[in-house]
């Protein structure tokens, strides 16, 4: 067994995991009282779960999305009712390479995903769903963003891009301006 992603909920209540166990993929809620770890609830997954990121915002429910790698890659959203303790599927998206990480802006207003096939791409999110992606090819077509490695900075004006060359072997930090579009 694996653990691709750990990632705290935005008021410190609860983790989430992303799990390789081989031959299953798991995504596991847990909380935490400050003192002890108690299993919620877990939910399969399509592929390895390289990445897991709770939305931001107090002013809405619980949103985890997960970036996947298999057979197929998948953009996944799940919520979490804390009322339940359940983890539910939101919305899930096609994305033909495998999605190394994803990070939602400082707002939650939309979701980064990077890409093995050289693009990023800024999804808008809105009332549960994932819409109207904008996507950027990286400045070569052999670099991949390397799992867990976006970041917006704390305005959401920028989104950093941790990259690797297939052909190189090179590691670039990229640095994007976000006024909607990249």
Do not use: C
Request: net charge negative.
């Amino acid at each position: 067994s694996y653990v691709w992603s750990v990632n705290w909920s935005y008021d410190d209540k609860y983790i989430a995991v992303a799990i390789d166990s081989d031959p299953k993929y798991d995504l596991f809620v847990y909380s935490f009282n400050g003192s002890s770890l108690s299993f919620l609830d877990g939910v399969d997954l399509i592929g390895t779960g390289y990445s897991v990121r709770w939305h931001p915002n107090a002013n809405s429910p619980y949103y985890i999305a997960v970036g996947t790698s298999n057979s197929t890659s998948e953009l996944q959203l799940f919520s979490f009712d804390a009322s339940t303790n359940t983890i539910s599927l939101q919305d899930s998206i096609d994305m033909f390479a495998s999605v190394t990480a994803v990070a939602w802006s400082p707002d939650g207003n939309h979701l980064a995903v990077g890409l093995s096939s050289s693009v990023v791409s800024v999804y808008l999110f809105s009332e549960s769903s994932l819409e109207k992606p904008v996507a950027v090819k990286l400045p070569s077509p052999n670099m991949s963003v390397e799992e867990d490695a976006l970041n917006w900075d704390s305005t959401g004006n920028y989104l950093a891009v941790g990259v690797s060359s297939s052909v190189s072997g090179d590691a670039n930090l990229l640095v994007y301006s976000f006024d909607g579009s990249i």
